[in-house]
């Protein structure tokens, strides 16, 4: 049960959003996406935008795309500085920052929910995740984290890594309506969330699939 995970505050923060079925609080902060590389496919780009429509449901979402600068094209160094700089001109200093990086936490769905649950509890503004590009991130990003993480032990590209992260934002909202959803009946959370659901009355078993996919 994903909701479990958030904190039981006894005074909700400013901003925050009690749950209707627990009580619990919520704080939801935007969140921005930072990616490196070159321009997306157009394919690619459908489904980021699709993704952000619905999680603009319950979150401010920002897709800020960094273009790698040609002129480096031969000097990785000098190219992960660039993108290094770029990064941390938009990075604001009450930024909660999660760093996608194949030597990162290795989480599952639940602790990617947890996380971004948690975010607004921080004090922070604003959820940041950044995606590096081909050589990695440089060091200013590295020593501003908060937190490091990596959505695969396989390598993967910028494009394929953003649609996983972008699933697994979405994820915590469809699995509170997955959680709470009850005798076949739809509410406005999975309104909300776009999902159609399948209900069992032999086996009070409810499944949810999204009606984008």
Not at 48 to 68: A, G, M, P
Not at 86 to 97: G, H, K, L, T
Request: net charge neutral; proline share 4%; with cysteine.
């Amino acid at each position: 049960m994903v909701i479990s995970i958030y904190a039981n505050l006894t005074a909700p923060l400013p901003g925050a959003r009690q749950c209707k079925y627990t009580g619990q609080s919520v704080r939801v902060v935007p969140i921005r996406i930072l990616t490196v590389g070159k321009k997306r496919s157009p394919g690619v780009q459908l489904i980021v935008d699709e993704y952000i429509r619905k999680l603009n449901h319950y979150c401010t979402v920002d897709d800020v795309q960094i273009r790698s600068n040609p002129r480096n094209a031969s000097d990785a160094r000098a190219q992960v500085d660039d993108e290094d700089t770029a990064m941390m001109n938009i990075i604001r200093s009450d930024d909660w920052v999660v760093m996608l990086d194949e030597n990162g936490q290795d989480i599952g769905s639940e602790q990617m929910a947890e996380l971004v649950g948690d975010a607004g509890n921080t004090g922070a503004s604003r959820l940041s995740f950044c995606i590096g590009g081909p050589y990695g991130h440089g060091r200013q990003l590295r020593e501003r984290a908060n937190i490091s993480i990596k959505l695969s032990t396989l390598v993967l590209n910028h494009q394929i890594a953003l649609l996983v992260l972008m699933e697994q934002l979405y994820r915590p909202g469809y699995e509170l309506v997955a959680t709470r959803f009850s005798n076949g009946v739809r509410s406005d959370i999975d309104y909300m969330f776009g999902c159609n659901p399948i209900f069992s009355r032999r086996t009070g078993e409810v499944t949810l699939l999204p009606s984008f996919l």
